[in-house]
């Protein structure tokens, strides 16, 4: 039992770091400085996964609102 819990503690502070760290989006500006945050892109949830594969990376400015 008390194996268990030592083994439990780490895995779940773990599985919590990752969950963070999976919203995570890293803007990368043109001087080379980054800056994460928390958040993905929107996407437009319209469009099959066939057309989203096939659009352009598009890159946003933060603080910008995109077209």
Do not use: H, K, N, W
Not at 36 to 55: H, K
């Amino acid at each position: 039992m008390m194996r268990f819990r030592r083994l439990v503690v780490p895995a779940a502070a773990l599985a919590l770091v990752l969950a963070l760290l999976a919203g995570c989006t890293t803007y990368t500006y043109p001087d080379g400085s980054r800056e994460t945050v928390l958040g993905t892109p929107a996407q437009d949830e319209t469009l099959t996964p066939e057309e989203r594969q096939a659009q352009p990376i598009r890159y946003r400015v933060p603080g910008e609102i995109p077209e």
